[in-house]
T-cell receptor, first 115, second 113 residues
Framework: NAGVTQTPKFRILKIGQSMTLQCAQDMNHNYMYWYRQDPGMGLKLIYYSVGAGITDKGEVPNGYNVSRSTTEDFPLRLELAAPSQTSVYFC??????????????FGPGTRLTVT | GQQVMQIPQYQHVQEGEDFTTYCNSSTTLSNIQWYKQRPGGHPVFLIQ?????EVKKQKRLTFQFGEAKKNSSLHITATQTTDVGTYFCAPRGYGGSQGNLIFGKGTKLSVKP
C-alpha cells in the first residue's frame, strides 16, 4: 500500500493564479482531511470529508474548495492564490471517528509558495 | 470554542536526559491523540488516550490523560537523538465541529549528543 500520496511536492504560484493539490489514499478510508501548517505552528483544518460526495468546512476554509467524487481522491483547489496561502499542506485520512480506529495517516505534504 | 495550549514550545536536552511536554485544554475532551513530526517530515500517529486518568507506555514514552480529561502529557525517559522532532497533541472535543482534532502548536525537541 502506498498510503496517502500528495502531488506536487513543491510549487511556486504567482498571486492570483489557481491550482489544485492532489491527494489520494489506497487504504479504503472513509474520512479525509486537508490541513495547512505555517512555520512553527500546529496544523489547521481546512476541509474534511466523511465519505464520497460529502465535504465540510474546517477551521480555515476561506480561499479553498474541495470535492470528493471517489473514496480514494480528495483534491484541494486554491482559487486566486494570495501570499497568506504560503504554507505546507498536508492531506490525511482515517477510517472514521470510531474510538480506536480514527488515527490519521498523513501524506508527505505539498510546500506551496505564493509570490 | 475549544482552545489548546501546549508547553513548552521548545526544549533542548542533553542525550540521556528526560523530556516532558504538556497539553492543556479549555474544555473537557472526548479523547486525545499524540503525533510526532520529524524535521521536514509529516505527522505520524503515536497514541490515543480515551479514559480519564489513562496511562499508556511505548518503550521510553509515557502518555497520561488527566483525571478531568482536560490535560495530557508525554514523557520521554533518557532521550536519544532519534527522539528529535516536534510532538503535537491533538485533542478532540464532543460532537459537531468539536468532533475534529484540534492540533496544538507542538513542542519542538532537540537532543544534543
Amino acid at each position: 500500500n502506498a498510503g496517502v500520496t500528495q502531488t506536487p511536492k513543491f510549487r511556486i504560484l504567482k498571486i492570483g493564479q489557481s491550482m489544485t493539490l492532489q491527494c489520494a489514499q489506497d487504504m479504503n478510508h472513509n474520512y479525509m482531511y486537508w490541513y495547512r501548517q505555517d512555520p512553527g505552528m500546529g496544523l489547521k483544518l481546512i476541509y474534511y470529508s466523511v465519505g464520497a460526495g460529502i465535504t465540510d468546512k474546517g477551521e480555515v476554509p476561506n480561499g479553498y474548495n474541495v470535492s470528493r467524487s471517489t473514496t480514494e481522491d480528495f483534491p484541494l483547489r486554491l482559487e486566486l492564490a494570495a501570499p497568506s496561502q504560503t504554507s505546507v499542506y498536508f492531506c490525511a485520512s482515517s477510517y472514521g471517528l470510531r474510538l480506536g480506529s480514527d488515527e490519521q495517516y498523513f501524506g508527505p505534504g505539498t510546500r506551496l509558495t505564493v509570490t | 470554542g475549544q482552545q489548546v495550549m501546549q508547553i513548552p514550545q521548545y526544549q533542548h536536552v542533553q542525550e540521556g536526559e528526560d523530556f516532558t511536554t504538556y497539553c492543556n485544554s479549555s474544555t473537557t475532551l472526548s479523547n486525545i491523540q499524540w503525533y510526532k513530526q520529524r524535521p521536514g517530515g509529516h505527522p505520524v500517529f503515536l497514541i490515543q488516550l480515551v479514559k480519564s486518568g489513562e496511562v499508556k507506555k511505548q518503550k521510553r514514552l509515557t502518555f497520561q490523560f488527566g483525571e478531568a480529561k482536560k490535560n495530557s502529557s508525554l514523557h520521554i525517559t533518557a532521550t536519544q537523538t532519534t527522539d528529535v522532532g516536534t510532538y503535537f497533541c491533538a485533542p478532540r472535543g464532543y460532537g459537531g465541529s468539536q468532533g475534529n482534532l484540534i492540533f496544538g502548536k507542538g513542542t519542538k525537541l532537540s537532543v544534543k549528543p
